[in-house]
């Protein structure tokens, strides 16, 4: 299991970890993140979770890492500036595509990811399998929400895999 940004080191992270595991890309999992605004000075439409950024970002992605594929495709952060339905509507066709197989949300909100995958339900759009949260001893504020919200959706068993797996085929 690798998992890297698209922001991280500006893109270089996804170069290196590209070319270390292009010889090996049918033994592991490859996971990327979309939408974080990251530290270098991007333009307005290249970040975010717009449908044109995102379409944008997992070409540069799959270019960088040197693979057809992601394995689970991460949206950063929330974007307020972007309606969801836009984004999740994005997200659903680059798994039609198959340019990504599963879906997830990092540090989300419990209500946004809700309303996300009621949004995914309703359409019949991929839905998110996983979340990825910031967790430690220290920050454990998802107990209170997140992690019933998670359990709720089976977000992160082999259920939510297997659902996933269904939409797809």
């Known amino acids: 299991f690798f998992d890297t940004a698209d922001v991280y080191a500006d ?32 333009e307005l439409l290249h970040a975010g979770l717009s449908r ?40 659903d066709s680059l798994v039609r595509a198959g340019k990504v197989r599963y879906l997830g949300f990092s540090n989300w909100s419990a209500w946004t ?12 759009w991929a839905p998110f399998t996983h979340g990825q949260m910031y967790y430690s001893l220290l920050g454990r504020d998802i107990e209170r929400d997140v992690v019933p919200m998670m359990q709720r959706y089976g977000l992160g068993d082999r259920k939510s895999t297997r659902l996933n797996s269904s939409h797809i085929t």
């Open 11 to 42: 893109g270089e992270s996804e170069t290196l970890i590209g070319a270390a595991l292009k010889p090996h890309r049918d033994k592991i999992v490859l996971t990327t993140k979309v939408g974080n605004r990251g530290t270098v000075d991007r």
């Open 52 to 91: 044109r950024h995102i379409l944008w970002s997992v070409d540069q992605s799959l270019r960088r890492l040197q693979t057809d594929w992601i394995d689970y495709y991460v949206c950063h952060r929330e974007d307020p500036f972007t309606p969801l339905e836009e984004t999740l509507e994005a997200l």
């Open 113 to 124: 990811a809700s309303a996300a995958m009621e949004i995914q339900r309703a359409r019949g």
